[in-house]
C-alpha cells in the first residue's frame, strides 16, 4: 500500500506556472506507474499525465500536452507535474494515483491509490 500527498498548488494569473509535487510513503515507490488527473466544479475527475515505472515512458492529455511535464525521483518517492502557460480553464483539483498493475495510463480505473488533491486556481 502507499499513501500520497499531493502539494504545490495554488493560485495563479492566466499564463503564469506551478510545480505540483506528490510524495509517497509506504511500499517501494519504483513499483508503481504514477498519473496525474484533475477534477473541475461540476466536471468528471480527468487524467491529465502519466509516468511509468523507470520514468521512461509519459503520456499526456491532449488539452496539457507541451505545456505539463510530469517527472519523477525515484530516490525521493516523488512525482512531479510542472504546469506552465496555464489557462483559466486549467483551474481544478489535481490529484495524484499510483497504479498497481497493469491498465491504460490514461484510465482513471487503472489506479489503485489517490491523494487528496491540490487546488490550481488560474485567474484570468
Known amino acids: 500500500q502507499v499513501q500520497l500527498v499531493e502539494s504545490g498548488g495554488g493560485l495563479v494569473q492566466a499564463g503564469g506556472s506551478l510545480r505540483l509535487s506528490c510524495a509517497a510513503s509506504?511500499?517501494?515507490?519504483?513499483?508503481?506507474?504514477m498519473g496525474w488527473f484533475r477534477q473541475a466544479p461540476g466536471k468528471e475527475r480527468e487524467f491529465v499525465a502519466a509516468i511509468t515505472r523507470s520514468g521512461v515512458t509519459t503520456l499526456y492529455a491532449d488539452t496539457v500536452k507541451g505545456r505539463f511535464t510530469i517527472s519523477r525521483d525515484n530516490g525521493k518517492n516523488t512525482v512531479y507535474l510542472q504546469v506552465n502557460s496555464l489557462k483559466p480553464e486549467d483551474t481544478a483539483i489535481y490529484y495524484c494515483?499510483?497504479?498497481?498493475?497493469?491498465?491504460?495510463?490514461?484510465?482513471?480505473?487503472?489506479?489503485?491509490?489517490w491523494g487528496q488533491g491540490t487546488q490550481v486556481t488560474v485567474s484570468s
Open positions: 494515483a499510483a497504479r498497481d498493475g497493469l491498465g491504460a495510463l490514461g484510465s482513471r480505473t487503472s489506479y489503485d491509490y
Open positions: 509506504g511500499r517501494t515507490f519504483s513499483t508503481y506507474s
